[in-house]
């Protein structure tokens, strides 16, 4: 098992940056596929990006081009980088990972979740 933590979250403005972590601990992040989704109020969480065991990574055709998915320690950090944010992107967002090589863009695919960390665009 592996026990996943968030941080980096806050206030930002149109057209900022951010960059969010993912801490895991009772495991190492290199077992595991690992995504973030987002969840905005009243909407379905979402996929936004995912890194496999082998580093490949895939984007929502929604942050392409401004979100980057990263292992920042390969056992125990995983980074994303947000730029050019918009109020679209206002959601708190959940960092999750599952014991496969391959990435699922599906939220039912992941065993295990953080606690969630919110961000918020706005001038």
């Known amino acids: 098992q592996v026990q996943l933590a968030e941080s980096g979250g806050g206030l930002v403005q149109p057209g900022g940056s951010l960059r969010l972590s993912c801490a895991a601990s009772?495991?190492?992040?290199?077992?595991?596929?690992v995504a973030w989704f987002r969840q905005a109020p009243g909407q379905e969480r979402e996929f936004v990006v995912g890194?496999?065991?082998?580093?490949?990574?895939i984007a929502a055709d929604s942050v392409k081009g401004r979100f980057t998915i990263s292992r920042d320690n390969p056992r125990t950090t995983v980074g994303l980088q947000m730029n050019s944010l918009n109020s679209e992107d206002t959601a708190i967002y959940f960092c999750?990972?599952?014991?496969?090589?391959?990435?699922?863009?599906?939220?039912?695919?992941?065993?295990?979740w953080g606690q969630g960390s919110q961000v918020t665009v706005s001038s």
């Open positions: 009772g495991n190492i992040l290199s077992n595991y596929a």
């Open positions: 890194i496999s065991r082998s580093n490949n990574k």
């Open positions: 999750a990972a599952r014991p496969s090589w391959s990435i699922s863009r599906n939220k039912e695919d992941y065993s295990y």
